[in-house]
């Protein structure tokens, strides 16, 4: 028998529904609403979530969809079970809001298997790791802070630093060099970059092989909250069905935290550190936990971490960074010269920039590299002050190269070609190696730093 | 938002620079007024030793003409933070750089000889202080055991005021001859050969310490110069990381009353209900 509830009360995107004593149905069970929109008469439907319970047989559920048309006394259907959503080789190509529901116009998907949205991570005996990098094509990425293949990178950054820019680039050199499956979840994050990528991804062939999942600025806290929950549902339906490798994109994993703050508020939790959620560490660890690789296959993740003011203290921002394998810093500073991609060589790391897994090359170049740019930067006050004409010559040397160094690690990307009006290059990994080898060597002292900004390898510095 | 703790560091190293770099100020506006007073005396005294170079017997005069060796002394400065006091003189002298007798003048000089390998045979060492006469023994005697060549070139900065220092090349001695020549009318037993080598050694002695004067009145004019806009550059520098250090206490301060203020709310609304 359909268990039905009233709604009692409608704030925002809270609902409150009362249902008989006897059946009031579990946290995160999907609801329904059926009505009739007064002014075009057709019937809506709306989902939510439960979120609490609360006295008096009520439940708040967190609506996906906006709730203008509810009013007190309507029925609610609960599904008896969580959200779901479509999962499947039928999926590759098609775009999903976070319910499962397609929106690229095309025929509904039919007689596939469904996950819940909300899983539990692989148990610990289960997981698999393995120290290899996962090349990028890009120098500054995969000199300083190279990815894990099978682990977890951010991108941070603050507003317009190009954080979408590279992971757009990612995608792209993925699909050009390495191939397999990769989804991307949207979160939170402007229409119109959503729209850029799929036809991107339509023009370049690339689509076949992806799975995108959108819930956008303009959506519900609630649509927001479990986008990257459902897309992670799909990434480990290829992972333990399949058996397959997956690249897992999510941009911004930020407004995660902030939907989860939004509706944390008006469910009338107490706010913690800097107005988020009491329940910040327990949230992002789900999530974040769930990202992982199994002996079936593995999840590579990359996701875009906006930086709220610039500041990296941020709760948001800070328990993001414990879950990462790969930090890769966006800099304002950086962008601000008109170097792109703006990545902070100083505050970007990795977890496997180790002499043992990377290589003795790599290493020392990489430390050579955050050692000379590093001593750059302690200079910089002393040069604003002073000028560079007056530093001892060891130091003017360093900065002269380091100079070099930091507009080496520019580089064109495809996806901007239409922006820079250059062609973009992706580099391999022991070009950008040699490459940066040769300046610290002092190779191209008598180059002008001009010459080294917006290059792919070395050799086209001096052409 | 920067984080607070390090921005008060800069500031507080910034601010070290600025004492000293104001304190460098007003030494090298005290060393300048006097460095000025004498150049501007040995300025008045030139044209009299000029004159007397030309009174003497031409015959004198060809002995040191006869002489092929071509010597070129450079005039660095002695210390840094001079702006481009050296650097503007480099363009002269590497076409210099194969002459064989090369006299450096200043510690600086040194350096750049050594980073650009051009081969010098003496060095000495500028003036630190207001120069006196005896900085010129060394060089003159140099220039009289090689029986002061006629061809002797000075690569150094003229001075025309604090602001304006000019990279020059000089010659030591007269390059034309004029017709104001006139015998030294003066009675005397001194042989004539003598009294003129005797004008000669006043006349390079003269010369080679009004160059070091105004060498160093130009090194220091640099210098205040460097220092003033030092000076302008860290108070900017400061003023920026005090308004960055207010935005930063501020956002804190305020991030704190909010949260305070959120929370008690809450509480209250919970004793309401």
């Known amino acids: ?463 | 938002m920067a984080d607070l703790t390090h921005l008060k560091q800069r500031l507080s190293n910034i601010t070290s620079v600025h004492e000293i770099t104001e304190a460098m100020q007003i030494i090298s506006t005290i060393l300048i007024g006097r460095a000025q007073k004498l150049l501007l005396y040995r300025r008045k005294t030139q044209p009299y030793f000029e004159r007397l170079i030309l009174s003497i017997d031409p015959s004198t005069v060809n002995i040191h003409k006869a002489i092929k060796n071509e010597w070129v002394i450079i005039f660095f400065s002695e210390k840094g933070f001079v702006s481009s006091f050296n650097q503007q003189l480099l363009p002269l002298i590497i076409k210099h750089r194969n002459n064989p007798n090369i006299i450096v003048i200043g510690e600086k000089g040194k350096r750049y000889c050594e980073r650009l390998k051009i081969p010098y045979k003496y060095f000495f060492h500028g003036a630190t202080s207001v120069p006196k006469e005896s900085i010129i023994e060394p060089i003159f005697q140099i220039l009289k055991e090689e029986k002061f060549p006629w061809k002797t070139t000075i690569i150094m900065n003229t001075y025309s005021n604090m602001f304006k220092q000019k990279p020059s090349i000089l010659e030591l001695f007269p390059t034309t001859e004029t017709d104001i020549y006139k015998p030294t009318q003066a009675i005397t037993d001194i042989d004539q050969l003598i009294l003129d080598e005797l004008i000669i050694e006043k006349f390079v002695r003269d010369r080679l310490y009004y160059f070091f004067i105004q060498n160093y009145t130009g090194e220091i004019g640099s210098k205040l110069l460097v220092m003033k806009n030092a000076v302008d550059n860290s108070e900017k520098l400061k003023a920026d990381i005090k308004r960055d250090i207010y935005i930063a206490r501020q956002t804190a301060i305020t991030q704190e009353l909010s949260e305070v203020v959120s929370a008690y709310k809450v509480l209250q609304s919970r004793e309401a209900k």
């Not at chain 1, 008989?20 to 579990?26: F, G, L, V």
């Not at chain 1, 203008?68 to 039928?90: F, N, S, W, Y």
């Not at chain 1, 479990?226 to 690249?247: C, G, N, P």
Request: hydrophobic share 40%.
């Open chain 1, 1 to 463: 028998m359909t268990n039905i509830g009233k709604i009692v009360q409608v704030i925002g995107p809270i609902i409150d529904v009362k249902f008989a004593p006897d059946q009031i149905p579990d946290i995160r069970n999907a609801l329904e609403i059926y009505f009739k929109d007064i002014k075009t008469g057709e019937t809506k439907k709306i989902i939510a979530e439960i979120a609490l319970q609360t006295e008096g047989n009520i439940v708040k559920a967190v609506s996906l969809l906006p709730t203008e048309g509810l009013a007190r006394g309507m029925d609610v259907i609960d599904t008896g079970k969580p959200l779901e959503i479509p999962v499947g080789r039928e999926c590759l190509g098609r775009l999903f809001n976070p319910w499962g529901e397609v929106i690229d116009g095309g025929a509904p998907i039919n007689g596939v298997e469904f996950y819940p949205v909300r899983r539990q991570a692989p148990k610990f005996e289960d997981l698999a790791f393995e120290d290899q990098i996962y090349e990028t094509g890009i120098k500054a990425i995969d000199l300083l802070s190279p990815y894990v293949k099978g682990g977890k990178t951010g991108l941070f950054g603050g507003a317009g630093v190009g954080k979408t820019v590279i992971i757009m680039e990612m995608i792209h050199n993925m699909a050009k060099h390495h191939g397999g499956i990769s989804i991307f979840a949207g979160v939170g994050e402007r229409t119109r970059e959503g729209n850029d990528l799929w036809l991107e991804m339509k023009e370049t062939g690339v689509i076949d092989k992806t799975i995108l999942l959108f819930g956008q600025m303009g959506d519900l806290p609630g649509s927001r909250l479990i986008v990257a929950q459902s897309a992670l549902a799909q990434a480990e339906y290829f992972r333990d069905v399949a058996k397959q490798d997956v690249l897992f994109f999510i941009d911004n994993i930020f407004r995660f935290v902030q939907a989860g703050s939004e509706i944390s508020t008006l469910l009338g939790r107490i706010p913690s550190a800097v107005g988020y959620q009491p329940t910040l560490d327990i949230e992002m660890g789900r999530l974040e936990e769930r990202i992982a690789s199994t002996k079936n296959g593995f999840i590579t993740s990359i996701q875009a971490v906006y930086v709220p003011a610039d500041d990296f203290t941020d709760p948001a921002a800070a328990i993001t960074f414990s879950h990462l394998d790969s930090v890769t810093v966006l800099s304002r500073k950086i962008v601000e010269m008109g170097i792109y991609p703006a990545i902070d060589p100083l505050a970007s790391s990795s977890r496997i920039l180790n002499p043992d897994l990377v290589g003795e090359d790599h290493y020392s170049t990489a430390m050579a590299v955050k050692k000379m740019i590093q001593r750059y930067t302690e200079l910089q006050d002393i040069i604003a002050i002073l000028g560079i004409s007056e530093l001892p010559e060891e130091d003017r040397i360093t900065v002269i190269r380091a100079r070099k160094v930091r507009n080496f690690l520019s580089q064109p990307f495809h996806v901007a070609e239409q922006f820079t009006g250059m062609q973009g290059k992706f580099v391999r990994i022991e070009d950008t190696i040699k490459g940066f080898q040769r300046i610290l060597q002092g190779e191209f002292d008598d180059v002008p730093e001009q010459n080294f900004l917006m290059k792919g390898t070395i050799d086209e510095v001096t052409k």
